[in-house]
Structure formats: structure tokens, C-alpha cells
């Protein structure tokens, strides 16, 4: 059995098509390579999608019958999600692949069907994350107690549904560590791929005009630090994307900085090929922006810890500061001024091609076509 065998029926499982990120862009990889597999997930906002994966069969679960406002701030369905993803009927394939950083990975198969779990990592606010998620709670006067209850009662289903895969992908060595840790399972690694600018990316390199982040609006991103130490700067920046921070954002932001609704990749081409340096201050598995960035010959300045330390080179393609507050990401912004003519923009795009849509493709099937051939 492989990949080309005809009668091979494949289905394709993601957490969430409600807003589009690198997550979204491993899934349109594999929806393309494999184009009549339909896509099951949890909650599907059309809107928010702006035409991505149309034409695909999509499945929603049960959650998709609630309300707008409710689907829109998933917070309300989070005592249901647990359940979603396990009423799925997947009987009918031979090969599911879910695309998870939280629940996909929690569906239910038949005993002959192989299901393969690619991570973008552990369900963050019930392991490494679970303080932080609880002082939030606080803030928004949520009982504490009941909210460390419902952690639990999460993070419990979280380690059994992590067993149900019969394969594990992870998305960089970081990713691989935390499964082991908390799953106590091995996965193989593949990058993510991150070509989607590249093709063109050499005839697009212009004049560099301001510091650039491109994220999610999430507190875990740190984007507010960003913004208050451009504040004291007083250095351009621009910010894009959505998300629950953003009225947050905008609010504490100088006249030098702007926040930008998302865009879309024509439009993020073209702010990636005129920015001076790409700023990454969350901790993330991967980070498929700052390889985006490198794509066009823009350096990279990040945290020191998580996934980008395996894609930006020190001194080569970008430079780390070591705390996410506004005084420490202002004085790496300052050396790497000092140091700016240094950067060979084609070293930094070299460095990007390493993490190529092509790439993850060759990759992807080879393990699927490994799996398979054992199981046939």
C-alpha cells in the first residue's frame, strides 16, 4: 500500500479553520497533497478563511451549530471540545492525518485504519502554559479553583488522546522534546513548510523601511513588548494580524507604530520584502514567519528559546535577546543596528530555502509511504 495507490481513502483532520495561520499552511500543504481527502475540524469560519481551502469538502462538527458570537470566541465551547473531536465517523478511510496542536489528535478510529498525528505542539495552556492561562482567568474574575479543576479534567483527556495516533510527526526538535516529556511518546521530525514566498522572493528585495512582526494578537506572543520597546525607540514598526489582543495593542502603541489587519500573501510579500529586520519575541514550537521573513534576505530578531533556534543563525541570519521585556528587545534592536551591514541578504535566503514546501512534501511522503508499506 503507498501513496499513489488509487483506492487509498484519506481524510484530513485540524483543529480550526476560524483564523489563518502557520498551522493553516501545514494544512493547505497537505490538503494539496492530497486533493480529494476531505478536511474535518472542529469549528469552520468561511469569512475568516478569505477563500482558503474553498472547494474542499469540509466536515464541522456539532460546535458549528452553536452561535456566531459563541463560535467566534471559542471560550464558551471549551467544556464541549473534548468531546468534538471524538464524534468524527472516520470509519470509511484508510489513512487519517490530523493536523494538531490541541484537539485533532483526539479522534477515534477503526482498528485497521492508520491515523498520524503531525504536531505543532502540546496543548500549551494545560502543560508548560498552565500558569499563565490561570493568572489570565484571574484577571477576567474567574474562579480559580474551578479553573484548576477544569485543567486537570483537560489535561487528563489531552495524555489519553495523545496515545490514539498510531504515528507521531513533530514540527522541530523542540516539539519532539515536549511530546517525549509529556506524552511520553517518540516522533519523527519534519519542518514545515515555509516556501510559500520564496519562489519569488529575489526579484522582490527593495529598500528596507521599518521592523516588521507578522503574528497572531495572542498574549503568549509578546507583541506588547514589541510595541513598548518601539515606543522608546521611536523606530517604525508594523504589526500584523488578529486576534484578542489587538484593541490591547492598539491602545498602548505609539504614532511610530502601526497595527495592520491581516493581509493577504501578496500584500504580506510585499511588507516582508521592505522590512529592515523581522521581530519574533514569542516562544513558539516552529515559527514559520521569521524562515518567511529569511526568505526575502530579512534578518531575524528573536527570543532565545523554542523552535527558532534551530532555523535563525546568530550573526548570520539574525540575532537573540534573552528576555521578552521591552529593555531587552530595545537593546537587541540597537545592536543589531550596530551591526546592520554585516547581513548578506542571500545568506539569510539560503538559510530559508533549507525549510522549503518542497522539503516538507519530499519528507512527508516518505514516512507516510514508510508507514504504510509496514502496515500493508
Not at 482498528?111 to 484571574?138: A, C, G, Q
Not at 514559520?288 to 521573513?293: C, G
Not at 539569510?348 to 507516510?368: G, H, P, Q, Y
Request: glycine share 6%; aromatic share 12%.
Amino acid at each position: 500500500m503507498n501513496m499513489e495507490k488509487k483506492d487509498l481513502k484519506v481524510a484530513l483532520v485540524h483543529d480550526f479553520l476560524v483564523n489563518f495561520g502557520g498551522a493553516e499552511r501545514v494544512l493547505e500543504v497537505l490538503s494539496e497533497m492530497f486533493p480529494k481527502a476531505p478536511i474535518y475540524t472542529l469549528l469552520y469560519d468561511q469569512e475568516k478563511m478569505q477563500g482558503r481551502f474553498e472547494g474542499k469538502d469540509i466536515q464541522t462538527s456539532f460546535l458549528q451549530k452553536f452561535p456566531k458570537f459563541m463560535r467566534r470566541s471559542p471560550k464558551w465551547l471549551l467544556p464541549l471540545m473534548p468531546t468534538a473531536p471524538e464524534t468524527f465517523d472516520l470509519r470509511d478511510f484508510d489513512l487519517v492525518i490530523s493536523s494538531s496542536g490541541a484537539w485533532s489528535k483526539g479522534i477515534i478510529t477503526r482498528l485497521n485504519t492508520i491515523h498520524i498525528s503531525y504536531f505543532h505542539s502540546p496543548m500549551r495552556f494545560v502543560w508548560d502554559m498552565n500558569e499563565e492561562y490561570l493568572k489570565e482567568k484571574e484577571k477576567s474574575g474567574s474562579i480559580k479553583i474551578f479553573s484548576r479543576i477544569f485543567l486537570n479534567y483537560i489535561r487528563v483527556w489531552d495524555k489519553l488522546a495523545a496515545d490514539r495516533p498510531d504515528y507521531l510527526i513533530s514540527n522541530s526538535k523542540y516539539t519532539q522534546k515536549r511530546i517525549k516529556k509529556y506524552y511520553g511518546r517518540d516522533s519523527e521530525i519534519i519542518y514545515p513548510p515555509c516556501g510559500n514566498f520564496q519562489s519569488n522572493s529575489n526579484n522582490q528585495i527593495s529598500k528596507s523601511e521599518y521592523f516588521l512582526v507578522i503574528s497572531r494578537l495572542s498574549a503568549y506572543k509578546k507583541i506588547d513588548a514589541v510595541i513598548e520597546a518601539f515606543n522608546k525607540l521611536g523606530l517604525p514598526l508594523i504589526v500584523i494580524g488578529e486576534g484578542g489582543q489587538k484593541e490591547h495593542l492598539k491602545s498602548i502603541a505609539n504614532e511610530n507604530v502601526k497595527i495592520l489587519d491581516w493581509k493577504s500573501d501578496e500584500k504580506i510579500a510585499q511588507y516582508y520584502a521592505k522590512a529592515r529586520a523581522f521581530i519574533f519575541a514569542g516562544v513558539d514550537d516552529f515559527g514559520m514567519a521569521p524562515v518567511e521573513a529569511m526568505s526575502f534576505g530579512v534578518p531575524v530578531l528573536a527570543i532565545r528559546k523554542g523552535g527558532i533556534l534551530e532555523t535563525v543563525l546568530e550573526g548570520k541570519t539574525g540575532e537573540f535577546f534573552d528576555a521578552a521585556t521591552p529593555e531587552v528587545i530595545a537593546d537587541c534592536v540597537r545592536r543589531f543596528i550596530e551591526n546592520e551591514k554585516r547581513y548578506d541578504k542571500q545568506v539569510i535566503i539560503n538559510r530559508a530555502k533549507e525549510f522549503s514546501k518542497d522539503k516538507f512534501i519530499k519528507n512527508f511522503t516518505w514516512i507516510v509511504n514508510d508507514i504504510l508499506s509496514k502496515n500493508s
